[in-house]
């Protein structure tokens, strides 16, 4: 019969369902909230109510594609943090109501995990290329930005990760510094492909190791963003596109810089990216390229199990079903779920 995984995401604002078999994704169903455009932002209380009237519908639509029964489901794997808590608990407490009516297991996944086994991923009927162990990760996203050493499916060590702001929020409270519409992070990519990356320049964080920081970029840019409204009050749509594309460069030149030097030390040459802002144009066009320069062999998921999505969580759930990793019922949502070593 086979091993019938029924996958669910609601970490943030989409709700997602899918059904794996065998280690193949036969379907991926995703609920976006644009409810969250008029704010700015992802608002908490607005997107736990949207993953309560989505949950049921999406569940029944991942099944119905799948052509798979609920009776035929051997685990349920479930995103349990990190994330909002309202919108972890919707997802964490249907789990626990199906595998309880179904009497099937459960099994916990890290949300960020699940993003580096999205590279992992297959498809009916689609060839798809996977790395090798060890490889490196750089995981990159709204909310975080590590490097990671990927030994096995099921052994992961952070070597790097930001110690304030992510590359994504960079992106966003940017783009909200311009008044692009949320999320920045799709915007400023699609104008920055029509811009000069060369033509402003903003600081980059001097961070011994290999950790992060987006902070002071975010600063420094508000700031320049001001100083010029002085002398020109129409200075940011003079130069949208320019602002846009130097904007990028910085953003993508701070994580390239970690990554080469990660690579460097760490002597792997398989690198794979993963979360939402692996979907970048500009981050993809400059792993290649470094790729081609270094010799690295690269992986990046398509872009629908780039961003949140169920089928990352239920690979994830199949590869810990195969190690027999499951978990009771008590097992509460965690919004602060790390990643630092599994």
Partial sequence: MGVVILGIESSCDDT???ILKDGVVLSNVIASQKVHEAYGGVVPELASRAHQQNIIPVVAQALKQAGISENEVNAVAFTRGPG???SLLVGTSFAKGFAIAKQIPMIEVNHLQAHILANFIKEPGVESRHPKFPFLTLLVSGGNSQIIIVRDYLDMEVIGQTIDDAAGEAYDKCAKVMGLSYPGGPVIDRLAKEGNP??????KPNI????YSFSGLKTSFLYFIRDEIKNDPDFIQHNLNDLCASLQKTIVDILMAKL???????????IAIGGGVSANSGLQKAVYAEGARLGW????????FSLDNAGMVAVTGYYKYLASQFIGLE???DARMSLRKI
């Fill in 16 to 18: 997602s369902a899918a």
């Fill in 208 to 211: 011994p190791g290999l950790d």
């Fill in 331 to 333: 097992a509460p949502a």
């Fill in 84 to 86: 909002l808590l309202g």
């Fill in 297 to 304: 062999e690269v992986f990046i998921p398509r872009l629908g």
């Fill in 198 to 203: 060369e033509r402003f320049t903003f600081n």
């Fill in 260 to 270: 080469k030097k990660a690579a460097k030390q760490t002597g792997i040459k398989q």
